[in-house]
């Protein structure tokens, strides 16, 4: 086995463990660690499996293996910036949301105190 393959494999299975410590500690909350576990069990799966990525290139007609890579790298990061943005989108609209009624209550509470004070 190649050194590369062995360093390799153990940075993975380091992230992998490292991500666990996350989710544990509630560093790291479900929905995001799924993403992170897949992608780094997908590491592991083809540190230990060198010849998966000309196999997949070969089939999927890719000339060179390392473009199936950055390709699906590329995707998976669009993918996940278009989920992270449906979330910020959600959570603004959520903030202005409580803003306003913060406001509200404080207004009526203000009236309230005004109309106790006359």
Do not use: C
């Not at 410590?21 to 929905?31: A, D, V």
């Not at 890719?62 to 449906?86: C, E, G, K, Q, R």
């Amino acid at each position: 086995m190649p050194r590369i393959q062995i360093i390799t494999i153990i940075l993975s299975v380091l992230l992998l463990l490292f991500i666990a410590r996350l989710i544990i500690k509630g560093r790291l909350r479900e929905e995001y660690a799924i993403v992170w576990i897949f992608s780094t069990l997908f590491l592991v799966v083809f540190s230990f499996w060198r010849e998966g990525f000309e196999t997949i290139s070969h089939f999927l007609q890719v000339y060179d293996p390392p473009n199936l890579i950055f390709t699906a790298a590329i995707a998976a990061i669009l993918i996940y910036l278009l989920h992270l943005s449906v979330v910020v989108s959600k959570l603004q609209e959520q903030n202005k949301r409580l803003t306003q009624e913060l406001a509200n209550m404080r207004a009526t509470q203000q009236s309230g105190e005004k109309q106790n004070a006359a």
